[in-house]
């Protein structure tokens, strides 16, 4: 089988433990997230062959649009899955940045349409919609940014926009992959209809195999197949014990008013993910504890112990490189296509990862004899790393 890896870039800083942020909640960490330290992480994936890093979007993070432009002159073939909000920008600057940043990184930029799951923070940057009206506009916005993307001149009067006579001097070449999340049901007509990759969340895989269903159930009434990829986290190392003795380290460092504050924090949330996210860790606190990092795996080698202080993403894959290689196995099974993933910190989890997992599932596809992943030898369609690594992998020249 054929997957799409991509990393994260944690634009907001970086850490040995857990950072927070996300959802209203501070974020921070004891490296900046600086244009040299992010520069190392996105040579790291491109020397793996992952296909592209995530950029997230909120007030708790730099500016994902800015950061990547720089960081694209220091790759060369990388792409970068940009996320940005509807609603905070005009569609028609959305499709013209787009198509500018596509003008000077060919076939690099990805989208990541995240509408947004916070009213506090939305109305920070005055916005002043519910959520059932977020979706409504961000429909709209895809739309428009499609029709202007194909070539047309665009007047349109919606419920929420009112675009007149509007086009673009320069279309991207590729047309930019469109990555759309969401768990409400408010959510999924919208990714029917425009997402071209639907994310998640890292769940079990029972309950991510039910998301599938749903969305290619709605996106077959407009005749539609979209992948789909997950978000989750990674802690592997050469045996299961030291990766959880390293889950446990995180958890160790947590002070119980951190961990109170956040779960406060979180509480609030309108988003839908965001909530299946709680309640994944919450299930297994039945004395309210969470020191023991095992009693916090929710299904086999998944991990929740992110998500007591981490807003979005909360789960991680935790085990030897071989059990990692397999959960991910699983997941391509229920019909996932593309992975996001991360680690603390993440340019040593990055390292575990490419020189673990990636020779492990390698060998294990070549044993199933499936269809080896393949390195990306043109930054215009992203696929998987190569199997196995380059021997060099991971050891090009991080200070350029």
Known sequence: MTLTLHWFLPTYGDSRYIVGGGHGLPAGGDRRATIGYLSSIVQAAEEFGFASALTPTGAWCEDAWLTTAMLARET?????????????????LAAQMA??????????????????????EQRAYGDHLDKEERYTRCAEFLSVVRRLWAGETVTHRGTHLDIEAACLPTLPDPVPPLYFGGSSRAAGPVAAEHAD??????????????????????????????????????????TAEEAWTQAGRLLGALGEDVVAAAQAGLARSESTGQQRMIALHQQTRGDG??????????????WAGVGLVRGGAGTALVGSHAEVADRIADYAAAGIDEFVFSGYPHLEELYWFGEGVLPTWCAAACSRAAPPPRRARRARRATTPSCPPPADAGQGDLSR
């Open 197 to 238: 990759v639907y994310l998640t969340w890292g769940e079990p895989v029972d309950a991510v195999a039910d998301k599938i269903t749903w969305i290619r159930g709605l996106a077959d009434r407009h005749g539609r197949k979209p992948r789909f990829g997950i978000r989750l986290h990674v802690i592997t190392r050469d």
């Open 99 to 120: 198509a500018t940043f596509s003008l000077h990184a060919p076939g690099r930029l990805l989208l990541n349409v995240v509408t947004g799951g916070e009213a506090h």
């Open 76 to 92: 060369e073939r990388l792409a970068f899955l940009v996320a940005f909000r509807p609603g905070l920008i005009s569609p028609t």
């Open 289 to 302: 504890s969470w020191r023991d990092a095992r009693a916090l795996e929710v299904a086999p080698n998944l």
